[in-house]
């Protein structure tokens, strides 16, 4: 278990990602070339695997997102349309940034956003998402007290899309609107993504980024995202359940000090150590049991990866009448344990929560983490993880992909999960970010697709936000105040109040003096912040 965060923040990977997936190239033969199988060869550098690496050192994007010794794929990327991809890759080509004035046209406008009631949330206004959500737009909304409120979605996923209040030109009287927000940006690409030379309205250019605020009541589902070779690859055989191309990094901040989730596979050791401490696991697994106990026994340092593979795929795959054979004694011999572990009793909540449930034996191989209001981890794609309880910031790339193989009712797609994973051996590493000055903390990931900032401002003073090249979302999360724009406007805000910046543009922040001061979180794609970040 981790409790102990680093202070440091890992600068971002400066090797840049793959380029995007420009859609000029449809033709009559496009159907006949994505059935053309495409080998990629791609060796795996294993990291050894007693050795907890630094995400920093970690390759980007696709390079590390495999999900098999080679890639192999029956789909052309150039072949599938992914306008997040096209306007990442137009972001990171640009060599200089430069700051627009601000205009009628493109300063702040306000955002309505939807709140996701999965399962798993918060119930009513217990969950800060509900109270977000009831803060936003014109306070319209009304909390139900008996309903889950899991996630606020901030951003143009169609799975949950923001809508942004415009100036309605035919009305009379001067009132606004509500548009989807992607309408509002791919209008003018230039504009409000920064994507250079694109002023006609486009839909191949999106933002690079999905931002979330997260109430967990109950754990979420054992899952992984897929790499951009395999969410192509999904998407275009299972449209219907895989609903986009892109891939899925993400890096969580803790909101709460009681931010729990399991992440990652444990150090061979400690997975080996669980094996003699619950039986009933080693008993589900058979004989790769003893495989496993032998490799550590004999043969530390060669690749862990197919026992580990195997043993995973075994556990996955169990007969279900098994699964709660063993799980029936693993629940009777811990109601008789006097002192559980914290292992233990997390078992027996996970147990409470999903009766039957596989996926109540996953600490045993898993890393589970507790966190602290601040603390942040990054999870790559191809990682297993599930969030188990606690409110957190969550910023991802812009998808919505999630292949998931336990404590959920949803669709278990174990054989994809089983294929894809890294199997990396490794503790997450758990930072507080990067102190950019006294009001600012920057959490950046390995990735280009998508950063954090959260400005802090105490009551009374002010704070000027950087131009820059992408696109941002922010959301208040404490106080009340202003963001001023020169003469355009003065933008209210207060707690749960969220806006689009348009890319290149900027704002000063001014705290109600009799305030609390102000808390605000700025979305972004991580592509101005290698140099400012290296600098620091």
Request: some cysteine; hydrophobic content about 40%; aromatic content about 8%.
């Amino acid at each position: 278990m981790v409790e102990s965060p680093k202070n440091k923040m890992s600068k971002p990977f400066l090797g840049g990602t793959n380029g995007g997936q420009f859609n000029d190239e449809y033709d009559m033969n496009a159907f006949e070339k994505t059935k053309t199988k495409h080998y990629i060869p791609r060796k795996v550098n294993y990291d050894t695997w007693e050795a907890t690496p630094n995400i920093a050192n970690l390759p980007s994007s696709c390079d590390d997102e495999m999900f098999d010794d080679y890639i192999i794929t029956t789909v052309d990327l150039n072949m599938v349309k992914n306008a997040a991809a096209n306007s990442l890759s137009a972001l990171v080509s640009q060599v200089y940034d430069s700051k627009t004035e601000v205009t009628d046209a493109n300063c702040l406008r306000a955002l309505d956003c939807v709140a996701q009631q999965y399962a798993w949330g918060k119930v009513g206004s217990d969950a800060l998402v509900a109270r977000l959500k009831s803060s936003q737009h014109d306070g319209g909304h009304v909390v139900d007290e008996g309903a889950p409120y899991a996630e606020l979605w901030i951003g143009t996923h169609p799975n949950g899309m923001s809508n942004i209040e415009v100036p309605d030109i035919e009305s009379m009287s001067g009132s606004s609107k509500l548009i989807p927000l992607v309408d509002y940006v791919q209008e003018n690409p230039e504009m409000h993504l920064g994507v250079v030379g694109e002023s006609a309205p486009s839909d191949d250019y999106d933002l690079t980024f999905l931002f979330k605020v997260l109430s967990i009541e109950k754990v979420l589902s054992i899952q992984a995202h897929p790499d951009k070779q395999l969410a192509a690859q999904l998407f275009t055989d299972h449209p219907h359940i895989y609903k986009d191309p892109n891939h899925k990094p993400e890096m969580a901040v803790a909101l709460t000090d009681d931010f729990e989730a399991l992440s990652g596979f444990r150090p061979m050791l400690e997975i080996a150590s669980n094996l003699l401490d619950y039986p009933e696991f080693s008993d589900l697994i058979g004989k790769c049991r003893y495989d496993f106990l032998e490799f550590i026994a004999q043969k530390r340092g060669v690749d862990p990866k197919p026992i580990l593979k195997n043993m995973f795929h075994v556990y996955m795959a169990a007969d279900e009448s098994y699964v709660k054979k063993n799980l029936e004694l693993l629940d009777n011999r811990l109601a008789e344990k006097e002192n559980l572990t914290e292992l233990d009793k997390l078992i027996v909540k996970l147990a409470q929560q999903f009766p039957g449930d596989s996926g109540i034996f996953a600490p045993i191989m898993f890393n589970y983490l507790k966190l602290q209001t601040g603390d942040a981890f990054y999870i790559g794609a191809n990682e297993p993880h599930a969030y188990i309880q606690g409110d957190i910031l969550e910023c991802m790339a812009c998808s919505d992909n999630v292949v998931r193989a336990g404590l959920t009712p949803k669709l278990k797609d174990v054989e994809t999960l089983v294929r894809m994973l890294t199997y990396k051996c490794t503790m997450p590493e758990i930072t507080r970010g990067k102190r950019k000055d006294q009001c600012c903390t920057l959490y950046v990931p390995p990735i280009e697709d998508f950063a954090m900032e959260i400005v802090e401002v105490e009551p009374g003073n002010s704070y000027k936000l950087e131009d820059v090249r992408s696109p941002s979302v922010l959301l208040t999360l404490n106080g009340s105040g202003i963001l001023r724009q020169g003469k355009v406007q003065d933008f209210h805000a207060s707690f749960g109040k969220a806006a689009f910046m348009s890319a290149n543009t900027t704002a000063t922040i001014i705290a109600d003096e009799n305030g609390p001061g102000l808390k605000i979180v700025r979305a972004l794609s991580n592509v101005h912040l290698n140099s400012r970040l290296n600098s620091l």
